[in-house]
Nanobody, 124 residues
Framework: QVQLVESGGGLVQAGDSLRLSCAASGRAFSNYAMGWFRQAPGKEREFVAAINWSGGSTDYADSVKGRFTISRDNAKNTASLQMNSLKPEDTAVYYC?????????????????WGQGTQVTVSS
């Protein structure tokens, strides 16, 4: 069993930065890809970024490419999402998730474990 706990969310102004962290329990963490998703009020959950099992391959949604950076530290069982140049449209609950695959995937159904989420609010 794997448990994921996000942290680092908060209220910031447009143009600011935030770093989200995801702490994982369980030995399976380093074997699979990790992903970040977000869900804004009244909207469906959407893919944000993903990273493969080793950290050598990443994928980003077009809306965050060039502003967000996903990383992982398998020795510490953690993953991070560095978010720069935040915009009001980035406001959402952000979730980290552990995939059942080695390579990054955008499909939410490919992720077996999910965190509880952390709120990110960007004011204009």
């Amino acid at each position: 069993q794997v448990q994921l706990v996000e942290s680092g969310g908060g209220l910031v102004q447009a143009g600011d930065s935030l770093r989200l962290s995801c702490a994982a329990s369980g030995r399976a963490f380093s074997n699979y890809a990790m992903g970040w998703f977000r869900q804004a009020p009244g909207k469906e959950r959407e893919f944000v970024a993903a990273i493969n099992w080793s950290g050598g391959s990443t994928d980003y949604a077009d809306s965050v490419k060039g502003r967000f950076t996903i990383s992982r530290d398998n020795a510490k069982n953690t993953a991070s999402l560095q978010m720069n140049s935040l915009k009001p449209e980035d406001t959402a609950v952000y979730y980290c998730a552990l995939s059942g695959y080695l390579m990054p995937t955008r499909r939410g159904s490919s992720y077996a474990y999910w965190g509880q989420g952390t709120q990110v609010t960007v004011s204009s």
